[in-house]
């Protein structure tokens, strides 16, 4: 939620206007990799404290969360701005699918909390990876007016 301060759905609405949708892509991955870089550097001040608390495990599985959600919400909400909503609603079907195949058995094996961790973490990435085929924005350079507007929404 902190790394997406919002811009994710201004994004897909600027998208779905249909002008200039790959300079409102390119400068909402820009502002969500600004937002995910402050993250994990407080995240990183702070690692003593998941330290002290024995979930040392636990800051590598929020870390990579953090990059593979970046990715993933990237993909999915400009899926969707670009008006397949029937294919974004399947995988998201499919990623609460995959999360609960992967957790039940590595719960079962004994990861406890990483086994939640990386189960959502896999889930992610399979619907990430089935969606990223009906992904057809690329990346182009963007003028400011792309972020003030997506800022202002």
Not at 104 to 127: D, F, Q, S
Request: proline content about 1%; aromatic content about 14%.
């Amino acid at each position: 939620m902190i790394t997406d301060g919002g811009f994710g759905g201004a994004a897909v609405k600027r998208i779905s206007e249909g002008k200039e949708p790959d300079a409102y892509f390119s400068a909402s991955i820009i502002l969500r990799l600004a937002f995910t870089i402050l993250v994990v550097l407080l995240l990183l001040w702070f690692k003593n404290y998941f330290v002290e608390l024995n979930y040392s495990n636990m800051f590598v599985w929020l870390l990579l969360s953090l990059l593979v959600s970046m990715i993933a919400v990237a993909i999915s909400s400009r899926v969707a701005g670009m008006g397949k909503i029937g294919i974004h609603s399947t995988c998201v079907g499919i990623k609460n699918i995959s999360c609960v195949l992967f957790q039940i058995p590595a719960i079962y094996l004994g990861y406890e909390t990483a086994g939640m961790a990386g189960g959502m973490v896999a889930g992610v990435l399979v619907a990430t990876i089935i969606e990223f085929r009906f992904f057809d924005l690329r990346f182009v350079r963007f003028k400011w007016v792309h972020i003030k507007s997506l800022s202002a929404f």
